[in-house]
């Protein structure tokens, strides 16, 4: 029996491990290849920096705090499956997270800021800021946000939610403002955020409201090359 026991503790050190070498391997790989370029144009080109706004108010409307945050886009891979892009409070270095963004073809999705529980109450239990062409009114598409270190037995390992194009305004020949919805049910009630995409520009405004009538607004405030 004991030697079982030992036999079987040195099978699944061998598979971590193993399981470790290759994360760490891809890893390495992902920050050796280039961003991937899949539409000749891209909105969010690397070594790009945007940043926005974060604001919060209370159920009652009333603003408790602004942050400022830096969304920079590497010349990289994350885990060699999307664009590298990190996120980070201005003039607080330490909170800098890297995370992944897709644009091509078929849609643009944003993988939202997480730093703390401030932020996650709202990011990680709201549609994801996505947007899937080509654009047109009532366009509708299903996603699922996957909650990782925030699951619970409620909850379970991810959430679906449900996004939909409830606007689109001209505002030149080249130019379009779209507003799209984002409805997710979550544990405490529906999570709603609205969205708003502009065409060569990307999203302005990802505006969370939580079930509880507490809000979080993300809004651009430049984009600018480094």
């Given at each position: 029996?004991v030697?079982?026991?030992?036999?079987?503790?040195?099978?699944?050190?061998?598979?971590?491990?193993?399981?470790?070498?290759?994360?760490?391997?891809?890893?390495a790989?992902?920050?050796?290849?280039?961003?991937?370029?899949?539409?000749?144009?891209?909105?969010?080109?690397?070594?790009?920096?945007w940043?926005?706004?974060?604001s919060f108010?209370?159920?009652?409307?009333?603003i408790?705090r602004?942050?400022?945050?830096?969304?920079?886009?590497?010349?990289?891979?994350?885990?060699?499956?999307?664009?590298?892009?990190t996120?980070?409070?201005?003039?607080?270095p330490?909170?800098?997270?890297?995370?992944?963004?897709?644009?091509?073809?078929?849609?643009m999705?944003?993988h939202p800021?997480?730093?703390?529980?401030?932020?996650?109450?709202f990011?990680?239990?709201?549609?994801?800021?996505?947007i899937h062409y080509?654009?047109k009114?009532k366009?509708?598409?299903e996603?699922?946000?996957?909650?990782?270190?925030?699951?619970t037995?409620?909850?379970?390992?991810?959430?679906?939610y449900?996004?939909?194009?409830?606007?689109?305004?001209?505002?030149d020949?080249?130019?379009?403002?779209?507003?799209?919805?984002?409805l997710?049910?979550s544990?405490?009630?529906?999570?709603v955020?609205?969205?708003t995409?502009k065409d060569?520009?990307?999203?302005?405004k990802?505006?969370y409201?939580?079930a509880?009538?507490?809000?979080?607004?993300?809004?651009?405030?430049?984009g600018?090359?480094?």
């Amino acid at each position: 029996m004991v030697n079982t026991l030992k036999i079987l503790a040195v099978f699944f050190g061998l598979i971590l491990g193993l399981a470790a070498l290759i994360l760490g391997g891809i890893f390495a790989v992902s920050k050796l290849t280039p961003y991937k370029y899949e539409i000749p144009r891209p909105i969010y080109k690397p070594n790009t920096e945007w940043t926005y706004t974060a604001s919060f108010f209370n159920a009652s409307g009333q603003i408790q705090r602004v942050d400022t945050l830096l969304a920079t886009i590497l010349d990289e891979r994350i885990m060699l499956q999307q664009n590298k892009m990190t996120w980070e409070i201005k003039g607080r270095p330490e909170t800098r997270q890297p995370t992944g963004m897709i644009e091509n073809q078929l849609r643009m999705c944003l993988h939202p800021p997480t730093f703390n529980e401030d932020y996650t109450r709202f990011t990680q239990f709201s549609a994801y800021p996505e947007i899937h062409y080509p654009a047109k009114l009532k366009k509708r598409w299903e996603g699922k946000v996957r909650l990782l270190s925030l699951a619970t037995e409620e909850t379970g390992q991810s959430l679906n939610y449900l996004s939909r194009i409830t606007a689109i305004d001209s505002l030149d020949e080249r130019t379009r403002l779209i507003s799209i919805e984002g409805l997710l049910d979550s544990p405490t009630g529906e999570n709603v955020n609205v969205m708003t995409y502009k065409d060569r520009v990307g999203f302005t405004k990802v505006a969370y409201r939580l079930a509880n009538g507490e809000r979080m607004d993300l809004e651009l405030v430049s984009g600018r090359r480094l």
